[in-house]
């Protein structure tokens, strides 16, 4: 059985819900960041060399990096659910989606939260480009759910990957959506969805993390 080692108020809830979605057993170990510099417990860099989560172990397995830990589940335990196969007509969007969320969104997502957290203004030229290249990924993923209710069409592990940053992750800065109102729709219909209620709660969530009310 897989075991999570989840990192309150991280993006390894994505592995939770992900368990929770496919319906899969799996063991739950939750530890707390540091309160005073909010960086991972110690026991990270026991699981692995980098001392950040999300980290499975599987049997002899030990797996970090969210997306490898995706590709893991889905192709072991997946049966082909969340995913869209080669030759269906979806199939590149999923595999741009899924490759977007870490690689192109979580990077640039990153950016702009330094500087945010470090109180950039806007007199700052790098903090100043932080916000609008990651403005453009905004509006590239508004853009895509204008026309579809998912990303890759119908819902997928590509959606789970890609709402870290709409929502535990702005508790550390807020990202304003209200100009994206198919950003707003589509974490709404995410938020309706009984598997992410169920693994919020159990990542440590009191309120869902994607709603405009939370605290966090
Ligand atoms: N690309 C990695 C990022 C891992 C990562 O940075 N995790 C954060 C949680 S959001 C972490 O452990 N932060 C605490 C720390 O760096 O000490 C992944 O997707 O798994």
Redesign the pocket.
């Known amino acids: 059985m897989i075991t999570i080692h989840h ?1 309150l108020v ?3 809830e994505r592995v939770i819900w992900l368990m929770e979605e496919l319906q899969l057993a799996y063991e739950l170990k939750s530890y707390p960041r540091n309160p005073e510099t909010r ?2 417990d110690p026991i ?1 860099l026991q699981l692995h060399p980098l ?4 980290v499975i172990q599987d049997g002899a397995i030990t797996l ?4 490898a830990i995706f590709t893991y589940v889905l192709d072991l335990y997946g049966e082909g659910k969340l995913r869209i196969a080669p030759g269906q007509p979806n199939y590149a969007d999923f595999i741009y989606w899924f490759h977007y969320a ?1 690689a192109g969104l ?1 990077p640039q997502a990153m950016q702009y939260l330094f500087g945010a957290m470090a109180g950039d203004d806007s007199s700052n030229p790098r903090a100043a480009w932080a916000r609008e290249r990651f403005a453009r990924h905004l509006a590239m993923i508004n853009d895509r759910l204008a026309n579809n209710a998912y990303v890759a069409g119908e819902f997928t592990a590509a959606d789970i990957l890609l709402h870290f940053p709409f929502g535990t992750m702005s508790s550390f800065a807020p990202v304003d959506i209200s100009g994206y109102p198919h950003i707003r729709a589509w974490l709404d219909r995410l938020s309706a969805r009984p598997a992410y209620q169920k693994a919020m709660k159990l990542a440590g969530h009191t309120q869902d993390p994607a709603q405009p009310s939370k605290k966090l």
Do not use: D, K, V
């Open positions: 990192l991280s993006q390894s960086l991972a990270f001392g950040t989560a999300p970090g990096e969210s997306s870490n979580m």
